[in-house]
């Protein structure tokens, strides 16, 4: 590989922000098993932070099973690549994160100087199986939703009357509108409830990965039935389906017409009797005239088209779904939050929610999180990073001395640190490797902060 000559600073800066925007976990370690590398979708993956893993040695930080050890470690003492090992372990909550792997020995001068791992969460996905196997979910009914506008009024009557149907449904809505709560509705309320019902995205798996987790896979007399195989009787739900490739949706296609599909390398066909649910966050009608989405495949799986509106578009329900997470926080943390306050009403029914359903539920639960035996939820309460967005144009420079509420000295101690690293941010022009020196930090771990504190150079 041949590399242009630039200054250290900019090759480093240049690597690191490239990492962070792929969207593969990669994790490395040096000759020791320490980590020397770990990016944003690796921490997703396996629900870490950074300063949990960085620069210590994964045996401290994860569990493994005796008989399945950690391949970057394998790879470390063999000096042998491992290619598509599927692996199940433990982070440091005992959570189980299944992944499936490329693992690789990095060298330097012939000697082997660390390990690299590249992965794909198939945590999900394994989830959903061992829980439809056990038959142990209860069905969500329309009952559940919580949704008076005539918007979303609209969406529940269209869903109830698929239901009835058995015809495909497709459903319209952005990121955090409740397409898959809309789907299990649907399911549950169908005559195929007694029935698997599956969910899947189509986001971000490679074709073969993607072929293999749909339609299974029969290779040297060795069967791996697929989600739809599994599913039969029941429905499945494809979420972003106009992410699939489009020789997966003409094998999708196919199936639906047919009713029957071969696994990947194998020869005789199999029959499922599957009903389907789709999902997008875009515009269908201009996926198909972008060549993302098939034309045939769009009239087969649109014939109920259910459009979920978003969370700004509805502000009526904004306080009814805020109640209705508060209960489920009380529940988690043995609370007993009563509503809240007229500030924060006033400030959800004012901002745009653009993580709309979703992100408003996180916002209660994260908030709730902290407290302990208040009764209304106050501005003061709410984390620090929202606050921000619900105020972005507002000067924070004197937020030490002018705010009059007396807030828990955690919360001022992280608005402390979000001015701070902000005030040396401007200073040296938003330049990470100067600011981290400055502020005596590693990259990473401003990088860290900026995420964590969704910093943004508009607030500046």
């Known amino acids: 590989m041949l590399i242009v000559n630039r200054d250290m600073e900019t090759l480093l800066s240049m690597y690191e922000q490239i990492l962070e925007m792929i969207d593969l976990g990669v994790h490395a370690v040096d000759q020791h098993g320490k980590t020397v590398i770990y990016n944003r979708k690796m921490r997703d993956i396996e629900g870490m932070n950074i300063e949990d893993v960085l620069d210590k040695n994964i045996l401290d930080v994860f569990r493994f099973n005796p008989e399945q050890p950690s391949t970057l470690l394998e790879a470390l003492r063999t000096g042998e690549s491992i290619l598509n090992k599927q692996q199940t372990y433990f982070n440091n909550k005992g959570q189980a994160v299944t992944t499936v792997n490329q693992t690789h020995p990095l060298q330097k001068d012939g000697r082997i100087i660390g390990a690299v791992e590249i992965a794909k969460d198939i945590t999900k996905f394994r989830k959903l199986i061992q829980e439809h196997h056990q038959r142990g979910e209860a069905g969500r009914t329309f009952a559940d939703i919580i949704g008076q506008s005539e918007a979303m009024?609209?969406?529940?009557?269209?869903?109830?009357?698929?239901?009835?149907?058995?015809?495909?449904?497709?459903?319209?809505?952005?990121?955090?509108?409740?397409?898959?709560?809309?789907?299990?509705?649907?399911?549950?309320?169908?005559?195929?409830?007694?029935?698997?019902?599956?969910?899947?995205?189509?986001?971000?798996?490679?074709?073969?990965?993607?072929?293999?987790?749909?339609?299974?896979?029969?290779?040297?007399?060795?069967?791996?039935?697929?989600?739809?195989?599994?599913?039969?009787?029941?429905?499945?739900?494809?979420?972003?389906?106009?992410?699939?490739?489009?020789?997966?949706?003409?094998?999708?296609?196919?199936?639906?017409?047919?009713?029957?599909?071969?696994?990947?390398?194998?020869?005789?066909?199999?029959?499922?009797?599957?009903?389907?649910?789709?999902?997008?966050?875009?515009?269908?009608?201009?996926?198909?005239?972008?060549?993302?989405?098939?034309?045939?495949?769009?009239?087969?799986?649109?014939?109920?088209?259910?459009?979920?509106?978003?969370?700004?578009?509805?502000?009526?329900?904004?306080?009814?779904?805020?109640?209705?997470?508060?209960?489920?926080?009380?529940?988690?943390?043995?609370?007993?939050?009563?509503?809240?306050g007229d500030d924060v009403q006033e400030a959800f029914l004012a901002y745009s929610w653009p993580g709309n359903v979703r992100e408003l539920e996180a916002v209660i639960l994260e908030t709730m999180a902290t407290m302990e035996q208040?009764?209304?939820?106050?501005?003061?309460?709410?984390?620090?990073?929202?606050?921000?967005?619900?105020?972005?144009?507002?000067?924070?420079?004197?937020?030490?001395?002018?705010?009059?509420?007396?807030?828990?000295?955690?919360?001022?101690?992280?608005?402390?640190?979000?001015?701070?690293?902000?005030?040396?941010?401007q200073h040296h022009g938003f330049n990470i490797t100067k600011t981290a020196k400055a502020l005596g930090l590693s990259r990473q771990n401003l990088q860290y902060r900026i995420r964590k504190y969704q910093i943004d150079k508009e607030w500046g």
């Open 153 to 340: 009024q609209k969406a529940i009557r269209l869903a109830r009357h698929a239901a009835r149907s058995e015809a495909s449904v497709l459903l319209i809505g952005e990121k955090g509108t409740g397409k898959d709560l809309l789907a299990s509705c649907i399911h549950h309320e169908s005559e195929r409830r007694a029935k698997p019902f599956f969910a899947q995205t189509c986001l971000s798996l490679p074709d073969d990965w993607m072929e293999t987790m749909l339609f299974g896979s029969e290779e040297d007399g060795e069967i791996q039935p697929g989600l739809f195989e599994q599913a039969d009787g029941g429905t499945v739900l494809l979420d972003d389906i106009d992410s699939l490739s489009l020789p997966l949706q003409q094998k999708l296609a196919r199936f639906l017409q047919e009713k029957q599909f071969v696994r990947a390398h194998g020869q005789e066909p199999v029959r499922a009797d599957v009903r389907l649910i789709a999902s997008t966050s875009g515009d269908p009608i201009d996926a198909v005239q972008n060549g993302e989405l098939i034309k045939s495949l769009y009239y087969q799986i649109a014939v109920h088209c259910i459009v979920l509106p978003p969370l700004r578009e509805r502000k009526e329900d904004i306080l009814p779904l805020a109640i209705h997470f508060i209960r489920q926080g009380n529940e988690r943390y043995g609370l007993h939050v009563e509503g809240l």
């Open 374 to 425: 208040e009764q209304t939820i106050t501005l003061a309460h709410l984390p620090a990073p929202f606050r921000a967005k619900l105020a972005p144009d507002e000067t924070k420079t004197d937020f030490l001395f002018d705010t009059e509420d007396i807030l828990p000295l955690d919360k001022y101690m992280e608005e402390v640190e979000i001015y701070y690293i902000r005030k040396a941010l």
